[in-house]
């Protein structure tokens, strides 16, 4: 059974920096693209930064772009998103995702940690 567990978030002034973590049971996450979202209370959910596979490529939206990193340490079996230079409207629950083929494709969520950037 493939969990994801998302760790991390918390309370952090403007201009601070927080590091999420990604860790999942179940999966290699080494073998498969994982995806960070973002969601603000009665919005959708915001695609914010993917690291690939094989070649770990990254790619962020232009809202985080230059503030948040994606990363990978296989030997955890984890997923991070340093976020640096918050700002207000970061707040959001983050979520990290993972899209496994098998016979078909399926779509694996951690439970999402509250990000507050407030003063």
């Known amino acids: 059974q493939v969990q994801l567990v998302v760790s991390g978030g918390g309370l952090v002034q403007p201009g601070g920096s927080l590091r999420l973590s990604c860790t999942a049971s179940?999966?290699?996450?080494?073998?498969?693209?994982v995806n960070w979202y973002r969601q603000v209370r009665g919005k959708g959910r915001e695609l914010l930064a993917s690291?690939?596979?094989?070649?770990?490529?990254?790619i962020y939206a232009d809202s985080v772009k230059g503030r948040f990193f994606v990363s990978r340490d296989n030997d955890k079996n984890a997923v991070y998103l340093l976020m640096n230079i918050l700002k207000s409207e970061d707040t959001a629950v983050y979520f990290c995702?993972?899209?496994?083929?098998?016979?078909?494709?399926?779509?694996?969520w951690g439970q999402g940690t509250q990000v507050t950037v407030s003063s």
């Open positions: 690291v690939g596979y094989p070649a770990d490529s990254t």
């Open positions: 995702n993972v899209r496994v083929f098998a016979t078909k494709w399926d779509d694996y």
């Open positions: 179940g999966l290699p996450l080494s073998r498969w693209p």
